[in-house]
C-alpha cells in the first residue's frame, strides 16, 4: 500500500486557509522530503493543529477603545 502524504497546498485547504498563509505558519517537522518538497502525513497536521493555541489566547494586541 502507498503512504499518502500532504504537499502545502493540501494542507492549506485541510486547515481552510491559503497557500500563502499555509507558507507563512511555522508546520511542524515534515514526515517526507522529495528533493525540496516537504509532505506531511494527515494525522501529523491534524494534531499539529488541534494543538495550537485558539484566538485570542495569550492577550494578543490590545483592541482599540
Excluded: C, F, H
Excluded at 26 to 47: C, F, H, N, Q
Amino acid at each position: 500500500m502507498t503512504e499518502r502524504y500532504l504537499g502545502i497546498k493540501e494542507v492549506s485547504e485541510r486547515l481552510g486557509i491559503t497557500n500563502a498563509s499555509a507558507k507563512g505558519y511555522r508546520l511542524p517537522e515534515s514526515d517526507v522530503m522529495i528533493g525540496r518538497t516537504r509532505g506531511w502525513k494527515p494525522e501529523t497536521i491534524d494534531a499539529w493543529n488541534a494543538a495550537r493555541p485558539g484566538r485570542g489566547i495569550g492577550g494578543g494586541r490590545p483592541r482599540k477603545q
